[in-house]
Each structure stands twice: as structure tokens, then as C-alpha cells.
């Protein structure tokens, strides 16, 4: 059962277009996230979600019922935003209360509300305090608790983590996780942190320019993207990108330069076989050393630039005239200037059309 | 192993660092008479005295009798300190055919300002809480014209308002007085108020929405509590525009409701009888006691307000 149906929603502002004929149908208790750069329109569409923005065409079901017209407070939804946005004034019982009581709800039944919000979320203590003497992470947390004492279908979330430090972000990242598992609502997240989308998501939406580009699960879009957009806006380091061309007797090969790569395990999406082609391999896809004796594909590079960063280390090198990036074991000796062999399989790479950006 | 201990010292002995270890450490000492300092404390001295001489005139000058200020030495402290003229300024002093001194002044004053103050920041702050946050159809043509208001010279809307308040039989009554200041007010405490509530955080207003507050309960619940700096800035400019307001108080009322200002010009500027000076001192302190409280009482909200509310704009 579809929980939120949005359909051909668009946004303009003035002569502005921020959200073209967009459609998406998110099933019950899905965690979807929205992921894009800064500006692409997805905390415009949360909040058109959310009817905070009066929309200019189109429509948004929530459990089967048309809100397009509805006021935020009737859609059956809970918004938790990235400045916290508590009420400073009142103490963390009183931000918990305030929407019920605005609601007229009994006062026995906002008293056991508040009482179960503060057991999930772990706040019993913070109750009476004010939300200036809460640090930044307990601050979420009531602000995920106002959410939740209002017993909705639909959580909204506005990149609720981008204020917290590296740590406390990569420990809420688990409890909203966690909370997912628990109450089992649909949520709808709006990051642009890719780790966050990644960890969080059952299906991931990226937007770029008011369009989803790809909208599937983490592991099809790390590993199967269908344009050159979505390619390069996933994964950190980013993805190599070689531009290239078919051989000329059929698409069982593909050269750039002096390099030929063998295609034959390479799982065609289409049958196109444009003349200019864009090769995109991911660093963590390569390897290096004797291993890569065993892939389909291997050549020597030469080292120019090695950035250690701990657990694994990045490595610069050049291929073909071309920067070239893969990632190695942190334990490993690399030094620049050394000329190492590596090798990938041509199967984990993406092929896309140099025109047209699609994957192929 | 002593011997490292030994080393240690000998070598702490040797140590090359030590003798420039010996120069300037920690923090660097400040003297007291810099020129740095001179010309500050001076520039400072001098401007207060500038303002405090003439409070000080005035002061004493109050507290002499007639005898004493025709010796024409209006520095010197008074010799006899009397408090006659104080009470003659509040009590007896005449103004035409009334002889009960300031006093009633006063009380216009009050029943003027009281209502006044509170009249036009209710109406203020609501004009700006929904200017900042309710982005209504309109909003920013509406505001340019109130804006524009503020920049009219008074001077050209005086004839028009006393017909109106003639119309409407308002006319040199204190209500007539009450409405002309709230009006004019409007224009700057509107715009006080919206920058204020524009520096809210949107997303606290969104939250609100959320949770379903409406247009009043966001205002009274969720503003209202926030905006107390920038609420104390409007009373004090209130208070002491509408306090110490001439022009509009001799034109809208009768000898029998001028408020403080215009019955203190009356005893001041008679050109009836000996001049006595002590009386008018006291009368002006008298008169400007009020927003020299307001400012004393409020000093550093006003100042925290202000800057609250010129962050963002």
C-alpha cells in the first residue's frame, strides 16, 4: 500500500520553475531519502510534502487521501527540521505538548504521549529543562520527539543531522535508524550526505534541478547508475571517468588511447552503441598489485599523488595521460613516483553515452 | 640511574634555549597613562561634560532662591538650599487662567502617553509579525507604502488630521491626541518589528505550522515571549517621542488637556512678571524626569534590543 503519492507536482516561483511534473509513490513504512546538491529542490519538495508551500499543479496522497489543499497540521505528518527549531522559551515538555494542546487533546493522553516519546528517544531526564541548556544532539532528539507524540503516518525530515558534529551525527544516524526499525512509519529524508542516504535508505531519490534522476535502492544506485550525473554525485572519492570508444567491429571492446578494456561481462542496459562513450570505474573498484593479475583488465601506472587517510589510503595516478584514482589498503607502501600494476573488472564499471549522459 | 637526573640538571644548565626564555613572557604589561589612553579619557571627559554642565546649571540653579540667582553666578552651588520653587513648578506655577502649575500637565501627559504606547505597539507588532512571517499577497507593496509614511514631513499632514478629528468630534479631546500619535508611530515601529520577527527563524515558524498554531496562537505563544528586547525598545521610544511631543499637543487639545511639554513652554515663555528662573528649571526637570527614568530604569535592554533587532534585516 502506497503511504505518500505524489503526482505530477510542479513549483514555480514567478517565472522560476523549482519542481517539474514530479511523481513518486512511497510505500508504507519506506525510508525514502532525498539526496542532491544544495539547491535542487528537495527540501522544496518536503515542504510541499509537508504543505508548508503552496503548490502550482499537481497532487500529494497521503494514506489514500488527497491533502493537496489540506493545511499542515490535517496531512498526518511530522516534521523534524535541521535547525531543531524548538520553541525557546518553553521547556522540552512544553515543545512536546504544544501541537496537542493546540490539537485540544485530553490531558491525560498528552501526558502519556510524552511519556512514551521521552522513553523511545531516551529524554526522561531533559523534561523540564529549556532548550538552551540541551547540547545539539539531545536538541534533535526533542525535535524527533515532536514528532513523535503526535502519532502520525509520515515522519519528514530536513537534513535533521547537518548541524551535529562528525561523531554525535554518525550516532543519531544509527537511533534514527534504530527508530525506523521501531515504529515502522513511513519517513521521508532529505540529505546531502551521501553516507546518510546510503546507511538510512530503502530507496534513495537523487534530484538535481527540481527532476529525480534515479530513484532505487542504495545499492543500484552505487553500483548501477543510470546517468553520468548520478555516477559522479555518489561516492567519495568520486568515480573515474575515462572517455573512450567501441572498437570498430562490434562492443565486446573499448579503447581509449592505447588501452583496450574487454567488455564481454559487461552488463549492457541498452543497445545503443554510440561512436563517444564515457567509461566510469569506482577507486574502491580497483586493485592493485599481484591481485590484479587475476582481473579481466590490468595495466601499470604511475604514482603521482598518495593522500593516506587511515583506514584505507587514495592514491593518484595516471592513466593514459589521464588522472586516475583507486583506493588501496591503509597498511599498504605507496610512494609517489613508483610504477604499480592494477586491474579491474570491467563488469562493476559504468558505461555511458557521451551525448546523451545515459548509462548504456 | 641518578645519572639521568644528573644530566637533566647539567644539561638544563647548557640549555641553548634558556637565555632567550629569559625575554618578554606572558601577558604584556599595559601603562595606565598611555597617549593611547590620554586621548580617549579626554574626548570622553570633555563630551560628558558637554551633556552633565548644563544638567548641573539647571540643578542648582533650581535649588536657589530669586535673591541668590540675581548675583549672576550660576556655576556656584547654592548657598541655601530651597525647595520652594520645585513645589511652586509643580503646584502653583500659572499657565493663562490656571494656576495648579504642572500637575495637570502631568496627568495629561499620562492619560495620553498610557494609551498611546499601548495602542500603537499592539498594533505595531502585529503589523510586523505579519509582514515577516504571513508573506500575504501584497505584503511588500504594503510595506513600502508604510514606509514611505515615515518619510512625509508632519508638517504636511497637520490641517488634514485636524479636519478629520473635527469630523469624526474628536477634536481637542485626549482620544484625538492618543489616535495622531499611534498613527504616527506606525510607520518605524512596524518596521522595528518586522525586521525583529524576520531574524526569527523560519523554521521555528514552520514548526508552529506543524503543529497547527494558527496566525494568533504563533503569534501570542510562540512570538510574543521571543520579541520581549525589541517590545522594550518600542516602549522607550514610545515613551519618550510621546512624552516630550510638542507640535502635535499644541495643535489637538485645549489649554485644559495640553499635555507636560505645552504647559511648561506656557510657564517658561510667559512674558508676564518678574522671569523666575529657579521655577523654570525645576519645571523642565520636572518634565524631562520621565523619559530620563525610562532610560536610567531600561538603559541596557534598550541597547540589547536595539542590536537584536539590526542583525538581520
Known amino acids: 500500500m502506497t503511504s505518500v503519492s505524489i503526482r505530477d507536482l510542479s513549483l514555480k516561483f514567478g517565472a522560476l520553475e523549482v519542481l517539474k511534473s514530479l511523481s513518486i509513490d512511497i510505500e508504507d513504512g519506506e525510508f525514502l531519502v532525498l539526496l542532491g546538491p544544495s539547491g535542487c529542490g528537495k527540501s522544496t519538495l518536503l515542504n510541499c510534502i509537508a504543505g508548508l508551500l503552496d503548490i502550482s499543479g499537481g497532487q500529494i496522497f497521503i494514506k489514500g487521501r488527497n ?78 520527539g515532536r514528532a513523535l507524540v503526535r502519532d502520525v503516518d509520515v515522519f519528514l525530515f530536513d537534513e535533521p543531522l547537518s548541524n551535529l558534529d562528525a561523531k554525535l551525527r554518525a550516532e543519531l544516524r544509527v537511533e534514527i535508524k534504530r527508530l525506523h526499525h521501531r515504529l515502522k512509519n513511513t519517513m521521508i529524508y532529505v540529505t546531502h550526505d551521501q553516507i546518510e542516504a546510503l546507511t538510512l535508505a530503502d530507496r534513495i531519490a537523487i534530484m538535481r534541478n527540481g527532476i529525480i534522476q534515479q530513484l532505487a535502492s542504495p545499492y543500484e544506485i552505487y553500483n548501477r547508475p543510470v546517468n553520468l550525473y548520478v555516477a559522479g554525485f555518489m561516492g567519495s572519492p568520486g568515480m573515474n571517468f575515462l572517455e573512450g570508444e567501441f572498437a570498430p567491429h562490434g562492443a565486446a571492446e573499448l579503447s581509449f588511447g592505447a ?78 613516483g613508483d610504477r604499480v600494476r592494477i586491474g579491474f573488472d570491467p563488469a562493476r564499471a559504468s558505461i555511458f553515452d557521451a551525448a546523451t549522459e545515459l548509462r548504456l | 640511574m641518578a645519572d639521568i637526573q644528573t644530566l637533566n640538571t647539567v644539561a638544563a644548565g647548557i640549555d641553548p634555549v634558556a637565555d632567550r626564555m629569559s625575554g618578554p613572557q606572558g601577558a604584556r604589561p599595559r601603562r595606565a597613562l598611555s597617549r ?95 509582514l515577516a512571517n504571513w508573506r500575504f499577497k501584497g505584503a511588500d507593496t504594503f510595506f513600502t507604502i508604510l514606509i514611505v509614511g515615515a518619510f512625509i514631513p508632519y508638517q504636511v499632514m497637520i490641517y488634514p488630521i485636524v479636519i478629520l478629528l473635527r469630523e469624526i468630534g474628536l477634536y481637542g479631546s485626549l482620544w484625538g491626541l492618543v489616535i495622531v500619535h499611534s498613527i504616527f508611530g506606525m510607520p518605524i515601529l512596524t518596521l522595528l518589528f518586522r525586521n525583529y520577527f524576520s531574524s ?45 511631543d510638542f507640535l502635535f499637543g499644541v495643535i489637538y487639545t485645549k489649554p485644559d488637556t495640553y499635555p507636560m511639554t505645552v504647559q511648561l513652554n506656557n510657564i517658561v515663555n510667559s512674558v508676564q512678571g518678574v522671569k523666575e528662573y529657579n521655577v523654570n528649571m525645576a519645571a523642565t526637570i520636572l518634565t524631562g524626569l520621565v523619559p530620563l527614568a525610562v532610560y536610567f530604569v531600561s538603559g541596557k535592554l534598550f541597547v540589547r534590543g536595539i542590536a537584536a533587532g539590526a542583525v538581520k534585516g
Open chain 2, 36 to 130: 593611547r589612553n590620554i586621548f580617549l579619557y579626554g574626548t570622553l571627559i570633555l563630551v560628558a561634560a558637554y551633556y552633565l554642565v548644563p544638567l548641573y546649571v539647571m540643578i542648582v540653579t533650581s535649588l536657589k532662591g530669586m535673591p541668590e540667582i540675581r548675583l549672576g553666578n550660576i556655576f556656584s552651588p547654592p548657598v541655601e538650599i530651597t525647595f520652594e520653587p520645585w513645589v511652586k513648578a509643580w503646584a502653583t506655577a500659572c499657565t493663562g487662567l490656571n494656576c495648579d502649575g504642572l500637575s495637570r500637565g502631568f496627568w495629561n501627559s499620562v492619560q495620553i502617553t498610557v494609551p498611546s504606547v499601548i495602542f500603537s505597539i499592539a498594533v505595531a507588532s502585529v503589523n510586523g509579525y505579519a
Open chain 1, 67 to 144: 491533502v493537496t489543499w489540506e493545511e499542515p497540521k490535517d496531512r498526518g505528518i511530522g516534521m523534524v527540521f535541521q535547525s531543531y527549531a524548538l520553541y525557546p522559551q518553553m521547556t522540552v515538555k512544553g515543545n512536546l505538548s504544544f501541537g496537542l494542546k493546540t490539537a485540544k487533546v485530553p490531558k491525560d493522553e498528552i501526558a502519556r504521549r510524552i511519556a512514551r516519546a521521552a522513553e523511545v528517544l531516551q529524554i526522561e531526564p531533559l523534561l523540564e529543562r529549556k532548550p538552551a541548556q540541551l547540547s545539539g544532539g539531545q536538541r534533535q532528539r526533542v525535535a524527533i
Open chain 2, 200 to 244: 526569527v527563524p523560519e523554521e521555528l515558524f514552520k514548526a508552529a505550522r506543524v503543529d497547527g498554531a494558527g496566525f494568533w496562537r504563533i503569534y501570542f505563544v510562540i512570538m510574543l515571549p521571543m520579541a520581549l528586547p525589541i517590545f522594550v525598545v518600542a516602549i522607550i521610544l514610545q515613551i519618550t517621542g510621546i512624552w516630550n
Open chain 1, 259 to 336: 588501452t583496450k578494456v574487454p567488455l564481454d561481462r559487461y552488463p549492457f542496459v541498452s543497445d545503443e552503441r554510440p561512436s563517444r562513450v564515457i567509461f566510469g570505474i569506482r577507486p574502491e573498484h580497483v586493485t592493485c598489485g599481484p591481485a590484479s593479475a587475476s582481473e579481466p583488465f590490468s595495466t601499470e601506472v604511475e604514482i603521482e599523488v598518495v593522500e593516506p587517510m587511515g583506514a584505507d589510503t587514495l592514491v593518484w595516478a595516471i592513466l593514459d595521460g589521464k588522472e586516475f584514482r583507486f583506493r588501496v589498503d591503509g597498511q599498504s607502501e605507496m610512494r609517489e
